[in-house]
């Protein structure tokens, strides 16, 4: 299994093959997973400042914050996939 690199904004990266979802942080059920990591000690806050436009949730249950839409976080991911195979 090759690892994957995901590019999630101002030279932040994240492993593709670990990552479960990419969602909005709108709803209040996501908030509350931020929430939760934030206690937990295991929110990664990638925005540089920014406003959060993607949630990455990772199979370690690690929650990452990026600054980019999950629409070009999601695309990066297939992207990145389609060079490998």
Known sequence: ????????GFGN???????????SPESA????????????GQLVD?????RTRAVIITDSG???LSAIQPET???R???S????D
């Not at 990638?46 to 920014?50: E, I, K, S």
């Open 13 to 23: 990266i994240v492993s593709g093959n670990r990552v479960i979802s990419i969602v």
């Open 1 to 8: 299994m090759d690892i994957q690199l995901i590019n999630i």
């Open 46 to 50: 990638a925005t540089y400042g920014r």
């Open 73 to 75: 976080v999601a695309n």
């Open 77 to 79: 991911f297939v992207v």
């Open 29 to 40: 059920p996501i908030k509350r997973i931020i929430t939760e990591a934030r206690e937990r």
């Open 81 to 84: 996939k389609d060079n490998v």
């Open 62 to 64: 690690h929650v990452v």
